[in-house]
């Protein structure tokens, strides 16, 4: 996939268990996030969104966290499942009522072991 | 539930060559974008576009690259004459809004430039 040789922080956890993805993000003003999941030769794929006039927001089995005072985020996958298996990106907009671009991490690998 | 679509999925070519990736951006999106995303690296930001025109480039969209939307559904990333370290894949996005609007992303082409 992509992402083969990318020294990414891997997580390990367990079918059932809950995982908790980390990002750290470095512009005070961003006022957009968004967690994606890549699978091997796929594209990124949307899973939530959180604004930064909000810091906790939940959907299906996921919830993000968002910290503003220390400039860091998380993905919360409840009764993570062998299809959460995956590289996942935290992406932040750095230009609040500008432009749309969106910066990258550089991904967290899960693994979900049987 | 719409998609964006990308083609072709892999395209191999040879240095100097013009090489044009295509997309089809979700229906009633406005914003569309590409991102690329070399072997082991982040997803990065090429281009924003927006009524026919650009409205954000990164530095790594010189003079080589171009975009166009030369329909109401195509929209095109253009390499004039592609270098080695163009291999990567180029992801195509859409979204409905600007600022604070999820971007939607396709499912990219591999380039390999030889």
Redesign the interface.
């Known amino acids: 996939g992509?992402?083969?040789?990318?020294h990414l922080p891997t997580l390990s956890v367990q079918e059932g268990d809950n995982s908790i993805i980390n990002c750290a993000y470095s512009n005070s003003a961003s006022?957009?996030f968004?967690w994606?999941k890549q699978e091997s030769g796929?594209?990124?794929?949307?899973i939530i969104?959180i604004?930064s006039n909000m810091d906790k927001r939940q959907g299906q089995r996921v919830t993000v966290l968002l910290n503003k005072t220390v400039k860091h985020l998380s993905l919360q996958i409840a009764a993570t499942q062998p299809g959460d298996s995956a590289v996942y990106?935290c992406?932040e907009?750095r230009e609040?009522?500008?432009?749309?671009?969106?910066?990258?991490?550089?991904?967290t690998q899960l693994k979900v072991e049987l | 539930e719409p998609e964006?679509t990308?083609t072709p999925s892999h395209q191999v070519t040879q240095m100097g060559q013009e090489v044009i990736l295509r997309c089809v951006p979700i229906s009633n999106h406005l914003?569309f974008?590409w991102?690329r995303?070399i072997?082991?690296?982040?997803?990065?930001?090429l281009v924003?576009f927006y009524n026919n025109e650009i409205?954000?480039k990164?530095e790594i969209f010189d003079d080589q690259f171009s975009v166009e939307r030369p329909d109401g559904s195509n929209f095109t990333l253009k390499i004039r004459s592609t270098k080695l370290e163009d291999s990567a894949?180029y992801?195509c996005a859409s979204?409905r809004g600007?600022?604070?609007?999820?971007?939607?992303?396709?499912?990219?082409t591999r380039l390999l430039v030889l």
Do not use: H
């Not at chain 1, 500008?98 to 990258?104: M, P, Q």
């Not at chain 2, 072997?39 to 930001?45: A, D, M, P, S």
């Not at chain 2, 600007?98 to 990219?108: C, L, R």
């Open positions: 992509e992402n083969v040789g990318l006022d957009y968004i994606y796929k594209g990124p794929q949307f969104d604004r990106f992406a907009n609040p009522g500008g432009g749309n671009k969106l910066t990258f991490g550089t991904g | 964006v990308q914003y974008y991102y995303q072997l082991g690296q982040k997803v990065e930001f924003s409205s954000e990164s894949m992801f979204g600007i600022n604070q609007e999820t971007q939607y992303f396709g499912p990219g």
